[in-house]
């Protein structure tokens, strides 16, 4: 039997640290418009959708899907990991690939070699090591969600990783990337901050072509060889993501 696997952009309009920062504009699109374009250059889907909650605020993103032609879905408003549960039941799914709001530059090929590691092996969860901060996408099946769903004792699953990772329960496969060029994980490129906005910007200055994604490749090429002078931009960004991180609370599980 085909497995079939959705592309989810997990989205919300709530931030703290950067307010309104997945209806920013650049080049007179939204970042979420931007990351729809990239989640569209891929071939290994069944389904293209936002997944956002039933907040009055996610409205929002209706538009945008019907505007960018994806399916959406309006789910738990904190539970991230019963959203995807609920993604999967409604669209069939025997898994799906996460896409993060944050991640305007996230790579389709990643996204792609995800979906293709889930159709092909018996992983619970897929995670990505040693590329850019910002560049991975992740994996899950719905089998997994059932069962993470049981074991945990959160209702907000904001940062969920540790359920997996720290329960011994799951099979959790890392892959890595076979081109050089993709291996950079000093790199940052997800938007949590001001100075986040401001690299996007330089780098859609440089690269965009209207309506056009460019390449993950093109994207390195810039930031490894032509400019990494640009890269600077995010230290301070860096600096604060790793300062909020470390005040993260560890994931809780049931007796």
């Known amino acids: 039997m085909k497995r079939k696997i959705g592309l989810v952009l997990s989205i919300r309009e709530k931030s703290s640290r950067f307010p309104g920062k997945v ?4 080049k007179n699109k939204t970042t979420t418009e931007h990351l729809l374009l990239r989640m569209k250059e891929t071939n290994n889907f069944d389904h293209i959708i936002i ?3 039933d907040d009055p605020r996610d409205l929002v993103f209706k538009e945008i899907a019907k505007k960018c032609d994806v399916d959406f879905f309006f789910g738990d408003q904190d539970d991230k ?3 995807y549960k609920q993604i999967c039941d409604e669209f069939n799914l025997y898994g ?21 590691l889930l159709k092909n ?14 560049a991975a996408s992740s994996a899950l099946t719905n089998n997994a969600l059932s069962k993470v769903l049981e074991i945990k004792s959160e209702s907000d699953t904001e940062v969920w990783g540790g359920y997996f990772t720290k329960s011994n329960m799951f099979d959790v496969y890392y892959a890595s990337s076979k081109n050089d060029l ?17 690299f996007l910007c330089e780098v859609f200055d440089r690269i965009y072509v209207e309506n056009i994604p460019f390449s993950s490749q093109n994207l390195m090429h810039l930031l490894i060889n032509k400019e990494p002078s640009l890269n600077d931009i995010t230290i301070l960004a860096q600096i604060k993501y790793e300062e ?12």
């Open 182 to 198: 993709f291996n950079h994980p000093e790199i940052r490129m997800t938007m949590d901050y001001q100075e986040d906005y401001n």
């Open 23 to 26: 209806l920013k504009k650049i």
């Open 96 to 116: 799906v690939v996460i896409v993060d709001g944050d991640d305007v530059l996230c790579f389709p090929e990643v996204m792609d070699d995800n979906a293709t």
């Open 244 to 255: 909020n991180i470390a005040k993260a609370v560890s994931v809780k599980f049931k007796n």
């Open 121 to 134: 092996n018996n992983y619970d969860v897929i995670f990505w090591k040693n590329l850019p901060l910002g």
């Open 81 to 83: 990991l019963l959203r």
């Open 51 to 53: 997944g956002t909650s």
